[in-house]
């Protein structure tokens, strides 16, 4: 009766064709402005993510030349099998099984994101369901690898916060190298939840018969998070859906752009610094063009010199600009992960030298270069500002932290390279080396007595 009294008079000024013709034109309009919306949020994105790779390209290429070494197929085959097949992390089963599937995650789950740009590009939903069957199988698989992703995110904060492992603790890590690897993991542990909690919300509609929200896909992960909606109306259900699904995509615009800034740019770079390995013998050092053609001159002086190869204007390295493209490389590709600290012998008997470390100042010391580039201005600084005597002359050239590198970098080529600049530019060797090169040079050996006397010991 009360409906009644209200909805009679009413209708006498209402013309409830016109109302919803005007309601499914306002939706309409709506559902444009929000394909709009995201096209704009992306062509935003992916302008300050391309920004950002071109900074760094021209970043790691301040760098000298390097030959690549190594047929093609010798470098797609070590790509392969070491960036894209993980062998090096493995051989920390625990951490190398961890990794493996955030690996696996963020490779196979961002075919689904493929398709939500889509669905956000064209207004549709599920826009890949036309392959029927398999996409069933395939929402499925992602479900449960972004509960497994989930799974080891936690697990890694618990290893790195709680169990306390030695290689996260060192000084290296103080600061920002810190807050980043609990950015990187957070964010992971909140955009799977998003994915999974939006997927919940989808079933949910669909059991309810929404016509947008049309039969697709399977939930394996997300069916249990369904009684959490509890009996929410349509319109929430819709409402809690649309928020997870913004947040999870520009939460994951977010992230592409934080990348850069991040130890975890390594997911790009590992492929092209395998790519680009080394693939000498481990611990053959390269000469110096100046210096042999000097010692040529005076054993073979009837030799002929090459001259057209232009001499470096320096020995050794000072700073980033001395060092290879190679080098800068190997320095934005770095984890962070400590694998090489923990190996060193240096670093094991208390010694200042952290390999780690070593990546991380030449990083830092090249992103500040690039700074003073993009400004225009020149400081006094060098990377031996960065890195101290007393951590180059600590290294044993043992390769230990070459090897036990899951990305191939090679802290040691820095370390040795800056050691020249030391000892042929500032004459800065320690005593010990300046004694033993002097002797070596006067008497034909490190040991302090003349060559005529070398074998006295036999009569001793």
Not at 72 to 88: I, Y
Request: hydrophobic share 45%; proline share 4%.
């Amino acid at each position: 009766m009360f409906y009644s009294a209200c909805y009679l008079p009413y209708k006498q000024y209402v013309n409830f064709d016109e109302f919803y013709n005007k309601s499914i034109s306002i939706f309409a309009t709506m559902h444009i402005l929000s394909q709009v919306l995201f096209a704009g949020i992306l062509a935003v994105a992916v302008y300050f993510f391309y920004a950002n790779l071109k900074r760094i390209r021209r970043n790691i290429y301040l760098g000298r030349d390097w030959d690549v070494q190594g047929s093609s197929a010798m470098r797609w085959k070590n790509m392969l099998r070491v960036a894209l097949g993980q062998s090096k992390m493995v051989r920390k089963p625990t951490a190398g099984f961890l990794h493996i599937l955030v690996y696996a995650g963020f490779i196979l789950i961002n075919i689904e994101v493929m398709e939500i740009m889509i669905d956000g590009l064209l207004g549709t939903h599920r826009a890949l369901s036309f392959i029927g069957p398999l996409y069933d199988i395939a929402i499925g698989f992602f479900e449960i690898l972004a509960f497994l992703v989930l799974l080891a995110c936690v697990i890694f904060l618990f290893r790195r916060y709680v169990l306390q492992l030695g290689r996260f603790k060192s000084p290296d890590l103080k600061g920002f190298a810190n807050r980043d690897a609990v950015i990187i993991l957070a964010t992971e542990i909140i955009l799977m939840s998003a994915l999974l909690f939006m997927n919940a919300a989808d079933q949910q509609l669909q059991a309810l018969g929404n016509e947008h929200y049309f039969q697709a896909g399977s939930f394996p992960v997300s069916q249990f998070l369904v009684a959490l909606y509890g009996s929410a109306s349509e319109s929430k259900l819709i409402i809690a859906e649309r928020s997870l699904w913004w947040a999870h995509l520009i939460g994951i615009l977010v992230f592409l752009n934080y990348l850069p800034y991040s130890k975890h740019f390594h997911i790009i770079l590992a492929f092209p610094n395998t790519f680009y390995a080394r693939f000498q013998p481990k611990g053959e050092f390269s000469n110096l063009e100046n210096v042999t053609k000097e010692v040529k001159l005076a054993f073979f002086p009837d030799e002929p010199v090459d001259e057209s190869k232009e001499l470096p204007k320096t020995f050794g390295v000072k700073d980033v600009q001395d060092l290879t493209w190679k080098n800068l490389m190997d320095a934005y590709t770095c984890t962070e992960c400590g694998r090489c600290t923990s190996q060193c012998p240096a670093n094991i008997t208390g010694k200042l030298l952290s390999p780690r470390k070593i990546m991380m100042s030449t990083r830092d010391r090249l992103e500040e270069v690039g700074r003073n580039l993009d400004k225009k201005v020149t400081d006094e600084k060098s990377l031996h500002d960065y890195i101290t005597p007393e951590e180059l002359w600590a290294c044993t050239s043992c390769n230990a932290c070459v090897e036990a590198c899951p990305v191939e970098i090679s802290p040691l080529e820095i370390i040795m390279d800056m050691r020249r600049y030391l000892v042929m530019e500032k004459s800065e060797a320690p005593q010990e080396l300046n004694m033993m090169s002097s002797n070596i040079e006067n008497n034909g050996a490190p040991w302090q007595f003349a060559q005529s006397e070398r074998l006295g010991w036999v009569n001793s």
